[in-house]
């Protein structure tokens, strides 16, 4: 059983950071790809950032130059630094987990249970 813990939201001036974080427990695949998506009010869920093991593998056009995704693999946690932040940020930030197994093959995935991120003046 895996379960993923988000911390770090909160209300914040246009301009300002934060920086989320989220820790993962349980049986976890050594190779697996963490993330950060949000979703708006009104809008679909959207890919903020991702990386598999240390390597970034993702930046949505968006955050380009402001946001930053880093992990801790000796504590299984990802984060994401957020800086410069703007109204249209705000939205509800949900953490990400996947792997796979080959034999047999199966696919995993866990999400965390969101943190309202406000950019507001």
């Known amino acids: 059983q895996v379960q993923l813990v988000e911390s770090g939201g909160g209300l914040v001036q246009p301009g300002g950071s934060l920086r989320l974080s989220c820790a993962a427990s349980?049986?976890?695949?050594?190779?697996?790809?963490m993330g950060w998506y949000r979703q708006a009010p009104g809008k679909e869920r959207e890919l903020v950032a991702a990386l598999t093991g240390l390597i970034v593998s993702y930046y949505s056009d968006s955050v380009k130059g402001r946001f930053t995704i880093s992990r801790d693999n000796t504590k299984n946690t990802v984060y994401l630094q957020m800086n410069s932040l703007k109204p249209e940020d705000t939205a509800v930030y949900y953490c990400?987990?996947?792997?796979?197994?080959?034999?047999?093959?199966?696919?995993?995935?866990?999400w965390g249970q969101g943190t309202q991120v406000t950019v507001s003046s």
């Open positions: 349980g049986s976890i695949g050594a190779i697996n790809t």
């Open positions: 990400n987990l996947k792997w796979m197994t080959s034999l047999p093959r199966t696919n995993y995935e866990y």
